[in-house]
């Protein structure tokens, strides 16, 4: 309580929804990660497709899933190499970073053979990019580089193909300017900040992305949007603006059920679907709003 909430013109590339809004966008979504990947790694990267906000359910139905932000896919094929990039902005200092890493490298790795499918030299490389807006070891280091290693014998290569990179956007030993300019960009996204080519067209693209009306529309489904257009007579545009943000959401975990769908365009209440509206945005997956949903049809019954 008591918090101001950003506008969009505020935002930083560190803040999740300006990050999600602009590796999605078809336009500009392929050079604004490419922009981040080849900045912060130091190395050209080839081919990819963009996925931002992807849902992973457990093994079990029973075990939890995960929401990585954006997923970078690199590659074709196995022959050609291919990359996964988990690209994760954490602004949150109450977790622990590590384990929760750890797990979310557990369930995408889950995800990438077939039942039955023997050959793990298939498995893909992957990179857990983790930025952070602190010190995660109290070193010093813009960039630390974490990897399996043998503690007996250091020097031999275990090449599992995983890696952890974690950039803190205060940091000032190891990386170069290059790194440092932009990591303090993605913190303090600011004219100001711009101070070479990389940071120049990363500001050029999330100026174009603020400026674009589906951006600022999607922005309202925050949870501020229970306090647009509160007049009566606005009653019915706001119901139906208030199921297309519903729907909208959930299409974040994946296709929404034409049955789910006539569920929530079947109420009337706009003080239901006010709440729904925030459920949606909470939810882990269209079953656990659906349960939500059931609790508010009947209230409206």
Not at 259 to 279: F, H, S, Y
Not at 286 to 296: S, V
Request: proline share 2%; aromatic share 8%; hydrophobic share 35%.
């Amino acid at each position: 309580m008591g918090k101001t909430k950003k506008t969009l013109e505020e935002m930083d590339v560190m803040d999740d929804f300006l990050v999600n809004a602009a590796a999605l966008d078809q336009e500009l979504g392929e050079e604004f990660c490419r922009l981040i990947l080849e900045t912060l790694l130091q190395r050209q990267i080839g081919k990819i497709h963009i996925t931002a906000q992807k849902t992973l359910q457990g093994i079990l139905p029973e075990k939890r899933g995960i929401r990585m932000d954006v997923e970078i896919l690199e590659g074709e094929d196995q022959e050609s190499g291919v990359n996964i990039y988990d690209l994760e902005p954490h602004l949150r200092k109450d977790m622990n970073v590590p384990k929760h890493n750890r797990f979310y490298q557990a369930v995408i790795d889950s995800r990438q053979l077939a039942s039955g499918d023997r050959e793990f030299d298939k498995l893909p490389n992957l990179y857990i990019v983790t930025i952070l807006n602190y010190d995660i070891f109290g070193k010093g280091y813009m960039k630390y580089c974490v990897h399996n290693h043998c503690e007996e014998v250091p020097e031999v290569d275990y090449e599992d193909g995983l890696t952890f990179l974690y950039f803190n956007t205060g940091g000032t030993r190891g990386g170069n300017e290059a790194i440092r300019a932009l990591l303090t960009y993605l913190q303090d996204s600011r004219k100001e900040n711009v101070v070479d080519e990389a940071t120049d067209r990363l500001h050029r693209l999330i100026t174009k992305v603020k400026e674009k009306p589906e951006v600022k529309l999607e922005y309202m489904k925050f949870e501020d949007i229970i306090y647009w257009e509160k007049k009566d007579s606005y009653k019915e545009g706001r119901e139906s603006a208030y199921r297309e943000m519903i729907i909208t959401l959930l299409q974040a975990h994946g296709e929404v059920p034409s049955d789910l769908r006539d569920k929530i365009n079947a109420i009337e209440d706009t003080g239901i679907l006010e709440e729904l509206v925030k459920k949606a945005a909470s939810a882990a997956g269209t079953e656990e709003f659906e349960a939500a949903l059931q609790q508010y049809s009947s209230q409206e019954e």
